[in-house]
């Protein structure tokens, strides 16, 4: 509301330093309602569309008074780690416009048993559960149950502390790991979970407290190894839609499982506001909750970015003024795919400062962009400074269409200390 009463010019404050947060700009900085786009920390391929702050954003008195003296109308903010820490709750009390759910809301992607307790209480079909703070009824628990089953830190542990165990020996080891502060404090209790079956896929949707309007769908690869092999990664490429989240299967997660935990977040006292992203499991057409995150994914934005492009900022902002009821999607019949450039070894030890050449002849457009991940300026040039680095992203009628243009693309960049997964795409494109 304090955006469209000033006529439509909005300074804008990302939060975020990643793939995500350049689609978040790049798409932001398309609507003609944009003025000042500052990003903090932001990256190189952030820094060409706008200007990057150096600030700590876990810090909510910092981001508000850096907010107040930028004349910044609205904060959107990426990573999961400031909301966690209130850094909404913070610009909410200095009475600038937020996006992104509170502390205590954020709870739904900071604690696995918060969310499984609300999943029980709302009526949510999600996997049958128990909580522990002592290894020996873990180990008894697993013993009883057999294998497959999940062992999960409860807290945040940069999206590493989650066991598939396909034996029980895997679950035991993974339960002793966990309470010997693997994960430091974020497994000080451990969730131990039936193990569920299926095809997984993402569902993306814009809650304002009480309103929620789906966004779109997408399918990430989070295995670093062709054919989906290997260890788990961030995420090595995504598409959006998702095929197997049919509207049916959205319309059933949206009454089954959406609805009924806003509405008992805000029983509870704590409104859900922002981007609630529901992983789910899908089998014969019923889907069931994996985990909630309560934040875009990383390179699920990607692709929902460059679809939905500048009418992202006006549900953003409906989503965080509390007027999605008077909001839609413009939907076009497109799809989207984004290819992960990671530095060799990743997700293990790899190499930072590496030069990457052949950025600057790409195409640039509203179907083609590299957003940036870990990159850095240097030299006149730019160069990595993270495990994943770069997302190609390309855009088409056709999902087979979108791979080809990102992979085109990948054939001009020029970065020998980089690899990708050449497969991207592969269960919704089998050829
Ligand atoms: P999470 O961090 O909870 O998303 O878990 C990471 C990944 O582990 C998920 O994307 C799933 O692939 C897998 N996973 C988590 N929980 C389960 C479950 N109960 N059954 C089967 N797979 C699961
Ligand atoms: N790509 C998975 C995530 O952002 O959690």
Redesign the pocket.
Known sequence: MIATEKGGHVNILILGGGGREHSLAWAVKQNPKCDRLIVAPGNAGIAQIADCADINIEDGCAVATFAEENAVDFVIIGPEAPLAAGVADDLRAAGILAFGPSAAAAQLEAS?SFTKEICDAAGAP??A?ARFTQPAPARAYIEAQGA?I?V?ADGL?A?K??V?AMTEDEALAAVDEMFAGAFGGAGAEVVI??????E?ASFFVLCDGETVLPIGTAQDH?RVGEGDTGP?TGGMGAYSPAPVLTGAVAERALSEIVRPTMAEMARRGMPYSGVLYA?L?IKDGAPRL??Y?VRFGDPEAQVLMMRLGAQALDLMQAAADGTLADAQVNWADDHALTVVMAAKGYPWAYEKGSGIRGLDDLPEDSAHMVFHAGTRAAGGGISASGGRVLNVTARADTLAAAREAAYAMIDGIDWPEGFFRRDIGWRALPD
Do not use: H, L, R, S
């Open positions: 696995k999600t996997a559960w497959p999940v999960k542990a999206g502390g989650v598939v979970e039936e193990f569920m079956d299926g997984e989070k788990n992983g499991m994996v985990e995150n």
